[in-house]
């Protein structure tokens, strides 16, 4: 009963469709980093850039919006904090500090709670509305991770947006692409819109 009611009252994610509990909660955060940190292997190199294409974003992003801004936040601060602690699970199985691209992790952390909040006022319910979140959150990512890259890697603005953004705009309108499609098909296969 507890689902249902769940899947029927507004601001519900896709994670509250599963029974409510603390070790839902808890196994769901663990998830959604171990995701993070497996799709962060999927690393491509951009010549010209220290920070490579990876999966990870668009994992961090999913994670967010399938769990909510609370469970999404925490699951990418975990993440982040295991991989500060030595989970070699950062792009191409790095770990630890002092990594250029680290800004991206923690504007990952931002966008995860920014996408979770809209997720819960219904962005991942319409193709449209899910394609603006996704964007939005990639655009928090970059707020954040082009500048620290800029700081940790020496290079002006300009340099830093050659390195950090450019590159990636194309495989982030893929991805937005993908959950445009993948999160409102999924409500609408559980019947729930």
Wanted: hydrophobic content about 55%; charged content about 10%.
């Amino acid at each position: 009963m507890a689902t249902a009611t769940a899947t029927t009252r507004p601001g519900a994610v896709l994670a509250d469709l599963l029974p409510a509990s603390r070790v839902r909660d808890a196994a769901l955060v663990v998830g959604g980093a171990a995701l993070t940190g497996l799709a962060a292997q999927l690393s491509v190199p951009v010549p010209g850039s220290p920070v490579p294409v990876t999966g990870q974003t668009f994992a961090a992003l999913l994670v967010g919006t399938a769990l909510g801004a609370r469970r999404g936040f925490l699951s990418l601060a975990l993440y982040a904090v295991a991989g500060l602690a030595g989970v070699p699970w950062f792009a191409d199985g790095k770990a630890g500090t002092g990594l250029v691209s680290f800004g991206y992790v923690l504007g990952m952390l931002l966008a995860s709670a920014v996408v979770g909040a809209l997720a819960r006022r219904g962005a991942d319910r319409s193709p449209l509305r899910m394609a603006g979140t996704m964007v939005l959150g990639e655009a928090v990512i970059y707020a954040v991770g082009v500048p620290y890259l800029a700081l940790a890697a020496h290079l002006s603005a300009s340099e830093a947006i050659a390195a950090g953004l450019t590159p990636f705009l194309i495989g982030d309108a893929l991805k937005a692409a993908l959950a445009m499609g993948a999160l409102p098909t999924a409500w609408k296969a559980l019947g729930k819109r």
